[in-house]
């Protein structure tokens, strides 16, 4: 499908730096605008709104040697890394936040500052009720302590320096002595609370251990006076004892054993022998219970026996341990100290030379951005075959000589064909009011009248008609009476024609047959007759015009005119029977 834009048709080089370049140069006020724009309202910021912040810092050595593996020869990034999270710990802030009473300090509690409704922040409350159908209400002290330490840990850093125990804490606010306060409130709280966790912990250690030493001192106590008062009661026989009832009891069934061999023998003595084995049989039958009942109960004696040792080594294990941790109570370091107390605060920020270099060229980037989009959207001279550089006469003289040679070089392409009887006419039309269009048909009028004294110049835009302006259904159609409505330029040696907005239509009055006979007298008395008509878009008062005309230059503004507007404005010139128009970049 071919393109309604002829010079569509050269394409840019995707990678053209010149091109790129002779177009940003052409944009360098923009960019320069962009630039200071920027700079301006940074100095401003960085001056007048945002606050000075001043830091100040204190460090902290943490004690290996006692709150941590003895044996540990390199530092172990968990065990900082916790202490520095306990730094931060809201437990911590709390603390902070009530030594110093920093919930009546503005800085930390925003809530102390009214919020006035057309700040940024009151708008954003409103929309927030809006959204949330909840009303504003006053925040509750729940609310107040939470956002109060929320500011101070935004306030508050750590830095754990590399390969060491020594932790950094810093506090940054909007007053040098504060911040000072502030760090050294927030790193002695630190460290009262690790001594006052270690002493609690020691000292829950302490009475663990004393109730359980009393404990055992109790049990020992009770099985000791259990193990004396069983043998005090005569229950159990010392293992000598036991001995001479086992050498008993063995007699006992050796003196029965011949008792029975010899009633075997000699049956006639059963009289006199049977009570002897009855009698000796019950003797070391009680021999033998006596025995079992003893070894039971030295079974059970020695049982317990072990169980007093045991408990007694156990008792005297955790009261070592109970006099160690008594004295570690009273002579332990602390785990950690303060190496070094923070000093008045120093001055961080904000950096404004920093801040207006970068917003300076922030702001130049956005600039370039901003001219290379126009670029892309606009009509460029580079995508052009006919390209004119037409200079504005209040500038400088070499642009204003310059300006001049393009129009002579414009007359000479339009009187390079040969004069017709009747006269020539040239339409001046835009893509829009803007594109000069009125500035180059006059111009060109001038120019051509100083070779040829026939021209006549007709400003039909009568959207921006002039004082001395004609109204258009008061041009006469005889060209009897054409010189009487005619303003002569005696300087310039052109003949003009103003026409003005009247009450009609002027689409009616341009299609009229009294118009058109009007044409037709100039033609006669006029060889070159330059009609500066409005812009193509949106009126329809140019494509009317272009029928009348021979010549039609489209004129477009480099870098002003959009793509889309110069389409649409050749596309009605185009709907029309009328000559191909001339594209002019200016």
Known sequence: MQHPFPFQHETIPPFDMAAMMRGLWRGKWTVLLCAVGAGIVTIYFAFAVAGTAYSATATIHLEPRHSFRADQTTVDPAVVNTHAAILRSRHILSGVVTTLDLESDPEFNRYLVPVPAWSLNGARNWLRSMVTGIPMTDPTPDTVTSKTIENLANALTTRIERGTYIISATATTGNADKSQQIANAWVQFYLDDQTTARLSETTTHISQLQQRVSELQQVLRDKETQINAW?????????????????????AQTRLTDAQNELAAHPENAAQLTPQIRSLSAFHN?????????SAGLVALQQLRRETENTRQIYTQLSTELQQARMQQTMRPPD???????????HAGPRKTLMVLLATVVGGLLGILWVLWRQSRAVQAETIGTVLGIGNATHCNAKVAKADEAINHLRTRMMRVPKSTTGTVILCAGATARDRQGEIALSLAKSIARLDDKTLFIDADTRQATQTAQRLDTIPASPMTLNDYITRDAKHGIDSIHLSHTGTVPADIFLSNEFEQMIQAARSEYNYIVIHAPAATPYADTPILARFSDRILYCLRANKTSITSAQAGQSALNSVHAPTPEIIVT
Do not use: C
């Open 336 to 346: 950690a100290r303060l190496l070094s107390p923070a000093s008045t605060g120093q």
């Open 286 to 294: 009680d021999l033998n219970d006596q025995i079992a009942q003893q």
């Open 231 to 251: 043998i005090a009661g005569g229950q159990f026989q010392s293992d000598a004892e036991l001995d001479v009832l086992s050498r008993q009891a063995n007699e």
